[in-house]
Each structure stands twice: as C-alpha cells, then as structure tokens.
C-alpha cells in the first residue's frame, strides 16, 4: 500500500513556493464551460482533484490541456450535454459546480450528487433554493439532481443563503451570470476564491460586484468569451508549510503567498509564540521550541479556516498547556484524533470541540490519512515526532497538495513516498 514514510525531529529551513488554489481551480475549470471561446487558467496546481475535473469535462465533450508555459487550456466548444453521470463525478465534491454550469449554458441539468471527503453531512439544499429562486425546478431521483427552466431560461432574483456556504455562493454566480436580470446573493461566502472566481468571470464579460462581502450582484449579460486569468495561491497549502515550519521549530519563507489571506492563521501561530514575519508576496515563519497552548475556532473567511485546523491540532498536540479546537462548519471534522492519539498526542473530542493536552514529544507510528487535510496534519505530526511515521491513505493527500513530498524535501526533510 503507497504510503509516506516521514522521519521527525528535523527542523525545516529554506523557502517554499505555494502552488494555485485547490479551492479556486476547481470553481473556475467548470466556468470556463460557460464561454463561447477557449479560456486560459495560469497557476492551476498539478493535483487529483484537478486531473479530475479536467477528465470530466473532457468526456463532456471540451477539450483539456495544459500548455508548458500558459497554463491549463480549456476549450468549451464540442461541449454538449447536459448530463454528468455518477461514473464521472463522485470522486469529486467540486464537480456539483456543473449544475449551476449546465443550468446557465442549457437550460437544463442532470449531475449526480458527488462524492469528495466524509467530514459529516454535506446537504447542497441552498444551491438548491438558488436554482429554484432563479425560475428552475429542481428535483433529486435516483441519486441525481435533474434541474431544468421552463420557457425562457434563468430569470436573475434575490437570493438569501440560510448558511454561509462557499458551495452554494459559486454554484449560484455560476448559474446567475448568464440569467437574465440582477441576481443578488445575500449571506454570501466571502472566501478569496470566490473573489478570484468573480474576476475571472468579470474578465470573460461578467457583470459580477461585490464579491468579497456578503452581498453579490450579479447582472446577467448574454454570452461570455475566453479569457487567461490567473488562480490565487492556496492558502491552505500556505498554512501548512507555515504550521510544518512552527511545529519543527524551524525557520521557512513560504513565498507565492497573499499574506492577506493568512491572516486568521498568521494571528493564531503568533499568539501560540511562532514569529511570523509578512514581507511583500511572502511569509517568514519562525518556529519556538515549543509552542503556547492556543484556542482556535473555526468560522468562514476571514475566521480561521476549517481546513487548517487539522494541522493546527497536530501543533498544539506538542504545546504547552491546554488548547481547545471548536469546529463551527462541519460536524464530524476530528476523525484524524485517534490518528493524532496513536502517537502520543492527548486530544478528548466532545462533540464539535477537541480538547488538546500538549504532551512533550510526539512519536512516529503508522497512522492513517483519513482525507485530505486529516492527511496534511498527519505528516505535520510526523515532521516533529521522534522517529518514523508512516502515513497510509496517501491518495487523500495527493487530491489536494502538488509535490508534496519534494517540497518538503527541499526544505531539509527526511519524507519519501514508498508506493
Ligand atoms: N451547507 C448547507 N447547505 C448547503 C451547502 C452547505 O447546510 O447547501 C453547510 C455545510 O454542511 C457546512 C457549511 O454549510 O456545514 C459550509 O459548507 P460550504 O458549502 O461552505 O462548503 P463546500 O463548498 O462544500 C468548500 C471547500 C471545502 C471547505 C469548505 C469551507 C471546495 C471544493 N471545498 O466546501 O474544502 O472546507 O468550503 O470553507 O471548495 C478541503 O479543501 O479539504 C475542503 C473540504
């Protein structure tokens, strides 16, 4: 079984540079569908989630490919269907990103409900209410959502999220694009790849405004063309790097960053005793001895992430003092404890809270990634055991971190993938 052998106690050095954003590239491969000519993506990671997506919309009729010195081209033309079955999507959470998609370019959609990781109950009820406030009827058979307009196509409206969800907020700028009328989304997520999604869709005519609050408006605008336009560094890449860097002690410039958007977790490695220096497109981080017990709770941007707080634990599993991890989004994020727990870590789960007791030292074991960022915090936890860690589940962690284990490398440590 592929696995990462990560041997601990070394303290990372030197500088990294963070790849595009999982999060982002996977809101905008699907948007490109909505133009009439080929789009280019620049600084689209080179990891599953994305070979993913870009084999689903090959086998929806566009072409995919990515071009050394440009980026990933996305050619929509050819592309015909209205049908993603569940054969296609349900290795990937994103792919429900085809519904707002195919609803805006045909009137007419049919995806099955996706996969992605097993973090507790994922309902998509209020891209749901979206579609249904701009004139489609919706309705689930079988395991698939089946979403069609009736007469003239998508009509723009208002629309109040119940949740704050980064879901719900693309899947309906998606559909709301080429509606007709202002579409305005209330309650709406404001995580940066929304805003980067909003841009990229505003370069290919869009008439998008205001993403980044909590109030989109969306005036729809007949047809969309291709356009080259950048992804975002992924922030959450960043913070581990950041996280690896404090939890070795070490001393790591994580560069290709928007300190901006590592705000939240920046003021949580200060507050643990980490230095934490912003310089321009780039972040020094300066790892204690050991860190200070630090509560953290997650919440949606500009809170602290709840995909960084799984590397977060694997920090405070080594702290000194008592740390209390609240999870506000999802309810069954603290699967990767009993992981932490089999290499020395105290950590009691009470519900959506986990309860932290550093202990001195960590030590390696065989552990298993129970998803993606469960998987992040198992080699975090590796990196400042003593001894070896065998990480197991390794196909979770490739979904979303580019040439992990290289990157790490090149910061000093003794990490290798034993397929
Ligand atoms: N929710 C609803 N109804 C909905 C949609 C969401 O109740 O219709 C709830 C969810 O159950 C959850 C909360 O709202 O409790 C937030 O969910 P959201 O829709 O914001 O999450 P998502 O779009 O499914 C994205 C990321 C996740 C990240 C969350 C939160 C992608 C592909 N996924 O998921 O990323 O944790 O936002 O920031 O963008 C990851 O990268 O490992 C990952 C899981």
Same mark, same amino acid.
């Not at 007791?357 to 990196?383: C, K, N, Q, S, W």
């Given at each position: 079984? @592929?696995?990462?052998?990560?041997?601990?106690?070394?303290?990372?050095?030197?500088?990294?540079? *963070?790849?595009?954003?999982?999060?982002?590239?996977?809101?905008?491969?699907?948007?490109?569908?909505?133009?009439?000519?080929?789009?280019?993506? $620049?600084?689209?990671?080179? !990891?599953v989630d994305v070979d993913v997506f870009g084999r689903i919309l090959s086998q929806l009729g566009a072409r995919v490919s990515r071009e050394e010195g440009r980026g990933l081209v996305i050619d929509p033309n050819g592309?015909?269907?209205?049908?993603?079955?569940?054969?296609?999507?349900?290795?990937?959470?994103?792919?429900?990103?085809?519904?707002?998609?195919?609803?805006?370019?045909?009137?007419?959609? #049919?995806?099955?409900?996706?996969?992605?990781?097993?973090?507790?109950?994922?309902? !998509?009820?209020?891209?749901?209410k979206g579609f249904r406030a701009l004139g489609a009827e919706v309705v689930l058979e079988h395991g698939v959502v089946k979403a069609w307009t009736k007469g003239k196509g998508l009509k723009g409206a208002p629309v109040?999220?119940?949740?704050?969800?980064?879901?719900?907020?693309?899947?309906?700028?998606?559909?709301?694009?080429?509606? =007709?009328?202002?579409?305005?989304? #209330?309650?709406?997520?404001? $995580?940066?790849?929304?805003?980067?999604? @909003?841009?990229?869709?505003?370069?290919?005519?869009?008439?998008?405004?205001?993403?980044?609050?909590?109030?989109?408006?969306?005036?729809?605008?007949?047809?969309?063309?291709?356009?080259?336009?950048?992804?975002?560094?992924? $922030?959450?890449?960043?913070?581990?790097?950041?996280?690896?860097?404090?939890?070795?002690?070490?001393?790591?410039?994580?560069?290709?960053?928007?300190?901006?958007?590592?705000?939240?977790?920046?003021?949580?490695?200060? #507050?643990?005793?980490?230095?934490?220096?912003?310089?321009?497109?780039?972040?020094?981080?300066?790892?204690?001895?050991?860190?200070?017990?630090?509560?953290?709770?997650?919440?949606?941007?500009?809170?602290?992430?709840?995909?960084?707080?799984?590397?977060?634990?694997?920090?405070?599993?080594?702290? =000194?003092?008592?740390?209390?991890?609240?999870?506000? *989004?999802? =309810?069954?994020?603290?699967?990767?404890?009993?992981?932490?727990?089999?290499?020395?870590?105290?950590? /009691?789960?009470?519900?959506?809270?986990?309860?932290?007791?550093?202990?001195?030292?960590?030590?390696?074991?065989?552990?298993?990634?129970?998803?993606?960022? @469960?998987?992040?915090?198992?080699?975090?936890?590796?990196?400042?055991?003593?001894? /070896?860690?065998?990480?197991?589940?390794?196909?979770?962690?490739?979904?979303?971190? #580019?040439?992990?284990?290289?990157?790490?490398?090149?910061?000093?440590?003794?990490?290798?993938?034993?397929?």
């Amino acid at each position: 079984m @592929a696995r990462l052998t990560v041997t601990g106690g070394r303290p990372l050095s030197g500088s990294v540079r *963070i790849s595009g954003s999982k999060n982002a590239s996977v809101a905008m491969i699907p948007a490109a569908l909505l133009a009439s000519g080929v789009s280019v993506l $620049e600084n689209v990671p080179e !990891i599953v989630d994305v070979d993913v997506f870009g084999r689903i919309l090959s086998q929806l009729g566009a072409r995919v490919s990515r071009e050394e010195g440009r980026g990933l081209v996305i050619d929509p033309n050819g592309f015909k269907t209205w049908e993603a079955p569940y054969e296609l999507v349900k290795k990937l959470r994103a792919s429900y990103y085809l519904l707002g998609v195919l609803l805006a370019r045909f009137g007419r959609a #049919e995806v099955a409900l996706p996969g992605g990781c097993n973090i507790g109950l994922r309902p !998509i009820d209020q891209h749901i209410k979206g579609f249904r406030a701009l004139g489609a009827e919706v309705v689930l058979e079988h395991g698939v959502v089946k979403a069609w307009t009736k007469g003239k196509g998508l009509k723009g409206a208002p629309v109040y999220l119940d949740v704050v969800s980064v879901g719900a907020t693309i899947n309906i700028m998606l559909a709301a694009v080429l509606a =007709d009328g202002l579409t305005v989304i #209330e309650n709406a997520a404001k $995580e940066p790849h929304v805003v980067n999604l @909003a841009n990229y869709l505003n370069s290919m005519g869009a008439k998008v405004q205001g993403a980044g609050t909590d109030v989109i408006r969306i005036k729809g605008v007949k047809r969309l063309t291709g356009s080259q336009h950048p992804v975002i560094p992924d $922030e959450v890449e960043a913070a581990t790097f950041m996280v690896a860097a404090a939890a070795t002690g070490g001393d790591v410039l994580v560069t290709n960053v928007i300190p901006k958007h590592l705000d939240s977790v920046s003021a949580k490695l200060r #507050e643990a005793g980490v230095e934490v220096i912003e310089n321009g497109d780039s972040v020094r981080v300066v790892g204690p001895g050991r860190p200070r017990a630090v509560n953290v709770k997650t919440l949606p941007y500009p809170g602290f992430p709840t995909d960084c707080q799984q590397v977060f634990a694997a920090l405070m599993a080594r702290a =000194d003092g008592i740390s209390m991890i609240q999870e506000t *989004i999802y =309810d069954n994020r603290f699967g990767y404890a009993n992981e932490l727990i089999r290499m020395g870590a105290s950590i /009691k789960v009470d519900g959506r809270t986990a309860i932290i007791e550093g202990v001195d030292r960590l030590f390696g074991a065989p552990v298993t990634a129970i998803d993606l960022r @469960a998987g992040a915090a198992m080699v975090v936890a590796g990196l400042s055991a003593q001894g /070896k860690t065998d990480v197991y589940g390794v196909d979770h962690i490739e979904r979303g971190y #580019e040439r992990l284990v290289d990157k790490l490398v090149g910061l000093g440590a003794e990490v290798s993938l034993v397929k």
